[in-house]
């Protein structure tokens, strides 16, 4: 998984990623540092004050998010993960016993992980999994734990 270029959403100037961050605007999320392969910013319609977007889980919803908690700029940061050993949509398609066609049940692949953090921590760690990597319609929602899973995306010209 080294070629494909994640996103990460925040509302900070990250120079590193760092455990102590986690959580700090989705409560939540209290073990590991998220991405996606989705970056749209696109806001189909507001309602009662609010940016409706079009994909609530794209890195740059996420990065709209956390601003209006914390009032700083929204920033999509493009990285490269470490994964070797992630655990897939296939593992818990087999331990779920999941449909393989539709296995999320018209849910995202967030909605998913949400729904059963615990459990999905559980499998991948008693499968020896070193991240999560849960590639579905198009986009893949992936999880680290470290800090050295991580690497920034050089920007053109940079070295």
Known sequence: ???????????ADIKSFDEKYIGQNFEKDEEGFFFTTNTNFEVVKKMNGEEIYEDMYSAGAYAINASKKTGNSPVVYPVFLDCKNP????????DYCLSEKDPFDGCTQQDFYDENTENILELMKNKNKDSIMLDWNNEIFAVVFSPNQIRFALLEGEK
């Open 1 to 11: 998984m080294k070629n494909i270029m994640f996103f990460h959403g925040a509302a």
């Open 87 to 94: 655990l897939t949509m296939e593992d818990i398609i087999d």
